[in-house]
């Protein structure tokens, strides 16, 4: 049973991250629930007196006219299907100028927003309601008006009109650069803040046992991206078969069919691979449910914004201020890259680690931004701020210096203005004394604290 149920429970994971970014979330469910509550409307008009309650509390909204009902209906009918075509045609229009200027796998962002799906549901779900409501009007002389539904279907479509506006608005807010960029980075930031709560649930941060380059290899079934693993599932098949696992291929890494995807302790045999590769099999489609996605986002929406047809550096500025706040985080987030389930064995698997991450952020925005003196003073403003966050860790302190050298050596090479390199130079004497002088300051207080616990002592 349990082999069916973890490729079951995939399928549905993957599938419901892929219907969370689709125009259609909210509005598919929202017609279904307007179609149930035209025939929950047509029941009560029937089998309840809704509608006289209706007219006494409400006697000015009273119709008596069989023809005022349906052409009230049919004005509300048409004026809602002309306002979602254009609510439509305008989404349509702004998804491909946000993927024209920013970048296409920016999308998911703008169609996966609740709101605007809120609204186009609203209209649809409203339309089909009416519709609902139209047909039910009978042309016999003791029908009854529907007043009720009638008055139910007048203050939904007011309200689309109402939330026109709104939906205008919100969409021209959203599509603003400085909104796409703190979307981006609040994902990032956010996802960080998720990978510190998983070290409550079994995950943790450790060096890779030695033995590892030993165990027996398993080839990956599909081309793909390695993405949503099950590592639970992973961690008891681990038990059930006595044995442990690596997975060698990072998250988000494609891995061509017939690689080795992850290791194995012990040989298992094709029933067992077949278990395990249920749990970890690549997929598809790429998702931006975790940082590194999102800061990839953020690089690209700064080198788009540098290319000569855009030509824009102050986003590029903006995106490198908010690449610093999440580079940041992630210096002191652990990257767990080992799971234990209760009941399970070890599942080891391959992390990016902090440098290679700089080291790739740095190398696509240096290649485009070399020649800009004011982003390239901007990137140094970056660099060294991380360098006074990573003075406690050597590994990260390497890492940036490595990354300054190497701007410094392109500053040097592309920049030839006196000026300019007067400027720059200018900056890196202000940034390394400011350094210094933090330096400084951690070793007074750390020799105060030290007195205290003597005196104290």
Sequence with gaps: MHSHMTPFYRTLQNFFKQAVRSVAFLPVPMIAAAVLLGFLFFYLENTTGISQSTIDVFPALAITSQDTARTILGMFIGGLITLTVFTFSQIMILLNQVAGSYSPRLLPKLTGDRALQFVMGLNLATIVLTITVLLSIRSSDDYKI???????????????????????????????????????????IESLAHELDLGESGYAQGP?????????????????????VNHRAISLLGRKYDTRFFIGVCKGEYVPQGFPLLQSERLLDREQVEDVLDTVAPIRDQFDDWYLPNLKQ????????MSPG??????????????????SQLMTTPLHNYFLAKEGEEV??????????????????????KQDPLVVRRMFQMLYHLLQKASGSLTHTYSVMREIRALLEDARAEIPNGRDRQLIARDLLAHRRALRQLVELRGVKEARQREAVKAYN
């Design 146 to 188: 529907p007043n009720f539904s009638i008055l139910i279907c007048t203050v939904l479509g007011i309200t689309c009109l109402c939330l026109f506006v709104y939906f205008v608005t919100a969409i021209t807010k959203k599509i603003q650069v400085d909104s796409i960029v703190d979307a981006s980075a609040r994902d990032a």
């Design 208 to 228: 890779l046992p030695p033995e590892v380059r030993d165990w027996y290899p398993i080839a990956s079934p599909i081309g793909g991206y390695v993405g949503s």
């Design 298 to 305: 953020l690089t690209e929406i700064a080198l788009k914004a």
């Design 310 to 327: 855009i030509n824009d550096p102050g986003t590029a500025l903006m995106v490198i201020d908010r690449q610093t706040e999440v580079l």
């Design 348 to 369: 080891w698997f391959a992390r990016h680690d902090y440098g290679d991450v700089l080291a790739a952020l740095m190398q696509e925005m240096r290649c485009y931004a």
